[in-house]
């Protein structure tokens, strides 16, 4: 009997201390991370305010390659830490790498290329740590509490980015101009730049903790290789990995929300409030909902997830002006989404992952998605310089189709 299945009649693991240490890395990384995001399209229009048309496209570009070109380091990584049965060094490595691209943001006065470096290094960071983390918290979890522990680290990570907000939001109330509804000065971000390295570097630490839950490796005798051939997987597995690119289609950066609301008539430090409902709604309940996904299955709760999100996308598509209010109502709706669905989507992945090949599995979750991610963010800002409700109009739809295909396509096993 191997320990997994040995832990899960006992209810007890050695490596609980993993999910919880993994837990604070997350925190405090997002905690950094959450500092910064939420003013990132305000940034970028306070560089480019000689040319506001390009805003939108500029941001999908921003965003699309940052988070799609850095995905494919995910099944790569994943595979590597397969390959030579190591988790935590190859998470230290990526955790650290998106702490110091930071730094690029200080010169982003000389043009708008280097937040898009800087993004780019952060998400290639995430795409270095992301599976070997994932692997090393489903292997430190009996399973049958997968659910329970990537709905606590889900957690972890939101609360985190509701502190990192609130730290955004007063320094934003601190600095904010009445007449242009934005940040008076550049020197003002970079003073939030400055002091979000602390958290990232602090969020670096507690890896170093950790223990090693000794994945397979590839020379173990008698072990199963990493698979990398897509096509040897599960069948549930490989709709789930398209359907996944297909809703990624119509998921665009969360940027779009945000230029969204201030779109609508808000002033920023409002909308950095509404952000901040978000991820208190997603911070409260993701550890609900993971564990909801133990009992009940993963295949019934993320097809409600995408559903509410298709509510949500094509409710910010229709609100107005006079309606806007309503966005009060849909931001933490949207947080209910993402507690839904993020963590049980890796335990989903985790749950059905070919023998020896856990985090190739995971990286291929998180590369497929990210691939998805260029022509999302490209056709949100184009849609939007046509008409600003057009991305979450198109969104909703890939929702609609997404659910459809899970629902055809996909057996549930739990």
Not at 105 to 134: E, N, Q, Y
Not at 327 to 353: C, H, N, Q, R, S
Not at 384 to 390: A, D, E, I, N, Y
Request: hydrophobic letters at 50%.
């Amino acid at each position: 009997m191997n320990k997994r299945n040995k832990y899960s009649k006992t209810g007890a693991s050695p490596y609980d201390r993993n999910v919880i240490l993994t837990g604070f890395t997350s925190f405090f990384t997002d905690i950094s991370s959450e500092m910064i995001y939420p003013l990132i399209q305000a940034f970028v229009a306070m560089i480019m305010s000689a040319q506001k048309a390009l805003l939108g496209p500029v941001l999908g570009i921003i965003e699309g390659v940052a988070e799609s070109t850095a995905s494919l380091m995910k099944v790569i990584a994943g595979y590597y830490s397969d390959r030579i049965g190591k988790r935590k060094a190859p998470a230290i490595a990526g955790y650290s790498l998106s702490a110091v691209s930071k730094v690029l943001l200080f010169a982003a006065s000389a043009g708008w290329a280097f937040v898009l470096l800087s993004r780019f290094f952060d998400r290639m960071g995430k795409g270095v740590r992301t599976a070997p983390r994932d692997a090393l918290i489903s292997e430190s979890m009996p399973a049958d509490r997968q659910g329970k522990a990537f709905g606590f680290q889900r957690a972890m990570d939101f609360a985190g980015a509701f502190l990192g907000a609130v730290v955004c939001y007063f320094i934003v109330r601190e600095y904010m101009d009445p007449v242009t509804k934005n940040i008076r000065n550049i020197d003002a971000f970079y003073t939030l730049f400055l002091i979000s390295l602390v958290p990232a570097f602090i969020g670096v630490v507690f890896l170093f903790f950790t223990r090693e839950t000794h994945g397979v490796g590839a020379g173990s005798k008698g072990k199963p290789k990493p698979n990398l051939d897509i096509r040897k997987y599960d069948r549930n597995l490989r709709v789930f990995f398209f359907a996944q690119f297909i809703f990624t289609l119509g998921n665009s950066s969360n940027q779009f929300l945000l230029l969204r609301s201030m779109d609508l008539g808000y002033m920023l430090s409002t909308v950095i409030l509404m952000y901040i409902l978000f991820n208190l709604t997603t911070t409260a309940l993701s550890s609900a909902f993971g564990s909801l996904s133990d009992s009940i299955g993963r295949k019934k709760l993320l097809m409600a997830g995408y559903a509410l999100y298709g509510v949500v996308y094509t409710a910010f598509g229709f609100i107005s002006n006079s309606t806007g209010h309503l966005l009060w109502i849909f931001w933490p709706l949207y947080g209910v989404y993402y507690a839904m669905t993020e963590g049980v989507e890796k335990a989903f992945v985790a749950d059905i992952a070919p023998a020896g090949s856990r985090a190739t599995a995971l990286g291929f979750y998180h590369t497929i998605t990210g691939i998805g991610l260029l022509p999302a963010s490209v056709i949100a800002g184009l849609l939007f310089s046509s008409r600003p409700g057009l991305p979450f109009l198109f969104g909703g739809a890939m929702a609609a189709v997404t659910v459809l295909m899970l629902g055809f396509g996909v057996k549930d096993r739990n």
